[in-house]
């Protein structure tokens, strides 16, 4: 069947030439598949589609975006699959669909000229007109069919496309800010941008920006600092309280639409879970907070039930059902009049969600709570809502695997064993299923889907993330086979995509620079000068750590200017300035202690099983305490590790 597919590709190619066909029903990205019927002649991403362009001296039309993204449906259905728009395409341009989750780094280089001749930060769909050298005529992101007050419509903008031959010109760059890095400049940075009267980090519409929240927890156990300790307890309240939460099946929506956490994005992300699963696993350790503990409980049962098949999570589901965006999500009124009728707290629930109850989004209810905690009758409620929720459709879900962001949910898993061990046992029933079906002679390979050859090699974010669910797995059960894999893995990517001091995203000939800034998540190559710093301190070696530090020397002016906003790059900094210290112990005292380990007030502590019967204290350098009790060992791994500066 597969020999088939290939021949009637090849067929294609070789004798129509190209004239009427749109090639993206050869593909298998849940994205692509979605255009395959589209009247516009799309092509995917490679070098058939450039040399077309150059043979017929036409201009490239590229689309980007991905399956559950609101925009590149409306795009889609006002444009594209309109035969007026079609038409003019087809003859004037050659066009090329690109699912961003497939190929990230193209992605992230479109994105990033964006931004330079923007001015601003793209988004998706990103639509970008250009030359067969990739030069660039226009770009944009999500463009009207006609005229808005806001945007040239894509009909009056084609003809306008066609007859140019100016390229966009980049803006003037903003002079380097020449930040001095500290505890207290990076504290400054992350506090400008912190919204005391609604929580998180931004003004406008708010993302969960997990890797700023664990960089304030850093700061605050490094600098003593309780009140940024409580900031960061505070967000986790407002997320899990307000409309990015789901409060019905449990999981985060992908952002909130507004400053005050009320109306989210209805996208569910793989992604986001396994973050937000993280960092309220630790929020847990350190406070004791019931709701912390629900959370991760609840997002991972959601997850369980409507994102895995054969071990393996898919990527995403959509904002949109029943052809509106939260409708599978939200309530009519007298729906959630009706769950309410019989709760014996119904007053305190109705007072808790009086806002919301005549209709919060387009005249249906999403649930949001004022207070700070979960009101009494709160569970009655929410089963009441699931029966009402269980007779629609779910949404749309994109059923691709991506290695990074199941590596990133294993990882979380593994992180949250303490609080229930069933979540190790599910991590590595995970990771066995993830490397069955990505790693193949070796060779680790980027996403694919379930019943179809893996064909796409992996990107440095897909071994980052990997490797550091194998050291989180390590953390768990000292199993030693998971630290040689890791070290297997980053020696692998090590040579593909470090050269000539620069990480770079790919080794597929379209090198795109690694640039350190967390965008939706923590960004790969920061990830993997973390990872560096752990296997050098786990395996007592300091080539890693030697290369770290150079990546880090080439990332300083990057730092500099970005300070808290590279919150992953500044906590491998502070990781790499101040140390690890890496308690050793017999694997039962360090499982029967690991609560207490977790709540241990410095930030960067590792675990390690040794022949121990106490506690031993050490840094990739020396061993330097030993005792039998974890309170004595906290007092000396601050005194000889806690410097300011």
């Known amino acids: 069947m597969k020999n088939i597919r290939l021949f009637l590709f090849v067929f294609v190619i070789s004798f129509s030439p190209l004239r009427g066909e749109n090639l993206l029903q050869f593909e298998t990205s849940p994205y692509l598949l979605q255009h395959k019927n589209n009247p516009v002649n799309w092509m995917p991403w490679g070098k058939i589609a450039f040399e077309k362009a ?35 395409l087809n003859k004037n341009f050659i066009c090329i669909k690109v699912d961003k989750e497939e190929m990230p780094h193209i992605d992230e280089y479109f994105q990033n000229m964006h931004q330079k001749l923007r001015g601003r930060t793209g988004g998706w769909p990103l639509s970008v007109f250009m030359d067969a050298e990739k030069k660039i005529y226009f770009i944009s992101t999500y463009i009207p069919k006609e005229d808005k007050s806001y945007s040239l419509g894509l009909m009056a903008l084609l003809p306008k496309i066609e007859a140019t031959n100016s390229y966009m010109k980049e803006l003037p760059q ?20 912190y919204d005391s009267i609604y929580r998180g980090f931004g003004r406008t519409k708010k993302f969960p920006q997990v890797a700023k929240l664990e960089l304030m927890l850093a700061l605050s156990q490094m600098l003593e600092n309780n009140q940024l300790e409580k900031n960061v307890f505070n967000t986790l309240d407002a997320m899990a309280l307000r409309g990015l939460y789901d409060h019905v099946e449990g999981g985060f929506f992908r952002y909130a639409t507004d400053a ?26 350190l406070s004791d ?54 709760n014996p707290y119904k007053e305190v629930l109705e007072e808790s969600l009086a806002f919301t109850l005549d209709g919060n989004f387009e005249e249906r209810v999403h649930l949001n709570f004022s207070e700070n905690k979960r009101p009494q009758g709160f569970n009655k409620l929410r089963q009441q809502l699931q029966k009402i929720r269980a007779q629609k459709k779910y949404p749309f879900i994109d059923k691709k695997i991506n290695t990074a962001w199941n590596a990133m949910m294993i990882s979380s898993l593994y992180r949250a064993a303490y609080i229930d061990s069933k979540y190790a046992i599910l991590a590595d ?43 989180s797995g390590y953390e768990y ?29 790919s080794q597929d000939g379209f090198d795109v620079e690694a640039y350190p800034k967390d965008k939706y998540y923590k960004s790969g190559v920061s990830c993997m000068l973390q990872n560096l710093l752990i296997l050098s301190s786990l395996k007592g070696t300091f080539k890693y750590e030697d290369l770290a530090s150079k990546s880090l020397q080439h990332m300083q002016n990057i730092l500099k200017k970005e300070l808290a906003n590279t919150p992953a790059l500044a906590l491998a900094y502070m990781i790499h300035k101040y140390g690890f210290a890496i308690i050793k112990s017999s694997k039962e005292n360090l499982h029967k202690n690991i609560l207490k380990i977790k709540k241990l007030s410095y930030p960067f502590i590792l675990t390690k099983e040794g022949n121990y019967q106490d506690y031993l204290a050490c840094t990739l350098r020396r061993c330097f305490f030993k005792s039998k009790e974890l309170d004595t060992l906290e007092k000396v791994i601050n005194l000889n590790l806690r410097k300011y500066h």
């Open 260 to 285: 005050a956490w009320e109306i989210p994005h209805f996208e569910k992300m793989l992604y986001t879970q396994a973050e937000l699963v993280d960092i309220y696993a630790q929020a847990y350790a």
């Open 289 to 342: 907070k019931k709701l912390y503990k629900n959370i991760v409980d609840e997002s991972i049962e959601m997850l369980e039930k409507r994102f895995v098949k054969d071990g393996l999570y898919w990527s995403a589901s959509d904002a949109d059902s029943n052809h509106k965006e939260g409708y599978y999500f939200t309530f009519s009124p007298d729906d959630v009049k009706k769950a309410l009728l019989h």
């Open 429 to 471: 029933k995970h990771l066995k299923s993830l490397q069955n079906m990505m790693l193949i002679n070796g060779e680790l390979y980027h996403q694919g889907v379930i019943g179809y050859k893996v064909k796409q090699k992996a990107f440095l974010e897909d071994y980052a993330y990997f490797i550091a669910a194998l050291l």
């Open 477 to 505: 059960d000292y199993d030693e086979e998971k630290l040689v894999f890791a070290e297997y893995l980053l020696n692998q990517a090590i040579y593909k995509f470090y050269k000539n001091g620069v990480w770079y995203l």
């Open 174 to 193: 903003k002079s380097k800010l020449n930040n001095k890095i500290s505890l207290e400049s990076l504290k400054n940075s992350l506090l400008k941008e």
């Open 54 to 88: 150059r043979k017929e001296h036409k201009k490239i039309f590229l689309s980007i975006g991905y399956s559950t993204c609101h925009w590149c449906h409306v795009m889609e259905k006002e444009s594209f699959e309109d035969k007026a728009v079609a038409h003019i």
